[in-house]
């Protein structure tokens, strides 16, 4: 099982980023997918997640400015960013529970996407 995130680049504050997280491999069920961003010399901090019938959470700081979707049929969630600033710059995680098989479920994480924001 891979967990890919891409999407991420440099962008003026005010602007929009769209991330996408896919996930490939054997899998049988994924469950709820998240987003998570770590900016250098803090900790890793909750962006929001998304259950598979389309519940969704976000966190304090981008409420109101960012969305969070999902495609289960590609088994892909997405990050719509939008009038991002400077403090949203960081390295982005997506998180997802998936399962192979009918008996366990265990958490996978993408490798990262940077977002920088920036003028």
């Known amino acids: 099982v891979q967990l890919q995130a891409s999407g991420g680049g440099s962008v003026q504050p005010g602007g929009s980023l769209r991330l996408s997280c896919a996930a490939s491999g054997s899998i049988s069920y994924v469950g709820t997918m998240a987003w998570y961003r770590q900016a250098p010399g803090q900790e890793r901090e909750f962006v929001g997640d998304?259950?598979?019938?389309?519940?969704?959470r976000y966190g304090d700081p981008v409420k109101g400015r960012f969305t969070i979707s999902r495609n289960n049929a590609k088994n892909t969630m997405y990050l719509e960013m939008d009038v991002l600033k400077p403090e949203d710059t960081a390295v982005y995680y997506c998180k997802a529970r998936i399962s192979r098989d009918i008996w366990s479920a265990s958490d996978y994480w993408g490798q990262g996407t940077q977002v920088t924001v920036s003028s």
């Open positions: 998304i259950t598979a019938g389309g519940r969704i």
